[in-house]
């Protein structure tokens, strides 16, 4: 069922953990290549849900993996990808040129590959696997629900959407959706298309638009967009949502 979400801002805050779990740069096959990713595994005793950590346009940063190492802390094993090959942008046309250069079929292969890695993995649990992604990442973490039927959740955070009825009916996880009213490239009114062809669908999903945001509203280095209070209520939506779908 669908649930479309348009709120204003509130002064909400949440404390980060302490203590931050310490990633493993791990390496896994992708067709005929080797590709590499940081996997970041809960303190305790397993098997733990996991997801796949997809990063923004900019490559694998410090912020990514902040992200993945969050997630960690609250109990899922999170493997960071990097679609870039070890480069990390520095400036918007370079991050621009390296979300170009990278083939889709490649990036598809890759994060599927992640998936298979993750499920080889004696903690993960194998019925628990989800994916979470930001900006351009958030359009991959929808392509990761296309093409595993058995992905138990999907988080998308101002990402590119599909449009293809065809392609949205192998959707089998619930999402939960995050999107900024202001978002020039992915306007309130296709993240409503989206989700009212999903719930027609009858797919489960859950999504909020928070009007004074635009894109990478959640990304404290986007300085001139980002906007704390709905940040912190996103952070929230996503915590019980991965609570309510991953750790069931």
Same mark, same amino acid.
Request: net charge negative.
């Given at each position: 069922?669908?649930? !479309?979400?348009?709120?204003?801002? %509130?002064?909400?805050?949440?404390?980060?953990?302490?203590?931050?779990?310490?990633?493993?740069? /791990?390496?896994?096959?992708?067709?005929?290549?080797? /590709?590499?990713?940081?996997? $970041?595994?809960?303190?305790?005793?397993?098997?733990?849900?996991?997801?796949?950590?997809?990063?923004?346009?900019? +490559?694998?940063?410090?912020?990514?993996?902040?992200?993945?190492?969050?997630?960690?802390?609250?109990?899922?094993?999170?493997?960071? /990808?990097?679609?870039?090959?070890?480069?990390?942008? *520095?400036?918007?046309?370079? %991050?621009?040129?390296?979300?170009?250069?990278?083939?889709?079929?490649?990036?598809?292969?890759?994060?599927?590959?992640?998936?298979?890695?993750?499920?080889?993995?004696?903690?993960?649990?194998?019925?628990? !696997?989800?994916? !979470? +992604?930001?900006?351009?990442?958030?359009?991959?973490?929808?392509?990761?629900?296309?093409?595993?039927?058995?992905?138990?959740?999907? /988080?998308?955070?101002?990402?590119?959407?599909? *449009?293809?009825?065809?392609?949205?009916?192998?959707?089998?996880?619930? !999402?939960?959706?995050?999107?900024?009213?202001?978002?020039?490239?992915?306007?309130?009114?296709?993240?409503?298309?989206?989700?009212?062809?999903?719930?027609?669908?009858?797919?489960?999903?859950?999504? *909020?638009? $928070?009007?004074?945001?635009?894109?990478?509203?959640?990304?404290?280095?986007?300085?001139?967009?980002?906007?704390? &209070?709905? &940040?912190?209520? &996103?952070?929230?939506? *996503?915590?019980?949502?991965?609570?309510?779908?991953?750790?069931?």
């Amino acid at each position: 069922m669908k649930r !479309i979400l348009i709120l204003a801002s %509130a002064a909400l805050l949440f404390a980060a953990s302490a203590f931050a779990a310490e990633g493993k740069r /791990v390496s896994y096959k992708s067709g005929d290549e080797t /590709v590499q990713g940081i996997l $970041y595994t809960p303190a305790g005793r397993g098997p733990f849900p996991a997801l796949i950590v997809i990063h923004e346009f900019w +490559g694998l940063n410090d912020w990514v993996k902040e992200q993945a190492s969050k997630l960690s802390d609250q109990g899922h094993i999170a493997l960071a /990808v990097d679609l870039y090959r070890g480069k990390v942008a *520095t400036t918007p046309d370079m %991050a621009h040129e390296l979300m170009r250069g990278v083939p889709e079929d490649r990036a598809k292969r890759d994060l599927h590959a992640a998936f298979e890695f993750l499920k080889s993995q004696p903690e993960v649990r194998k019925d628990r !696997i989800g994916a !979470i +992604g930001w900006c351009m990442g958030g359009g991959y973490a929808l392509d990761v629900a296309l093409q595993e039927p058995d992905l138990a959740a999907l /988080v998308i955070n101002y990402g590119h959407l599909a *449009t293809d009825p065809d392609a949205l009916k192998k959707i089998n996880s619930p !999402i939960l959706g995050l999107f900024g009213a202001q978002d020039r490239g992915i306007t309130p009114d296709d993240v409503k298309k989206f989700g009212a062809t999903l719930d027609q669908m009858g797919k489960q999903i859950d999504i *909020t638009i $928070y009007p004074d945001a635009g894109h990478a509203f959640e990304n404290p280095n986007n300085k001139d967009g980002y906007r704390a &209070a709905d &940040a912190a209520d &996103a952070q929230r939506r *996503t915590d019980d949502f991965l609570a309510m779908t991953l750790k069931k």
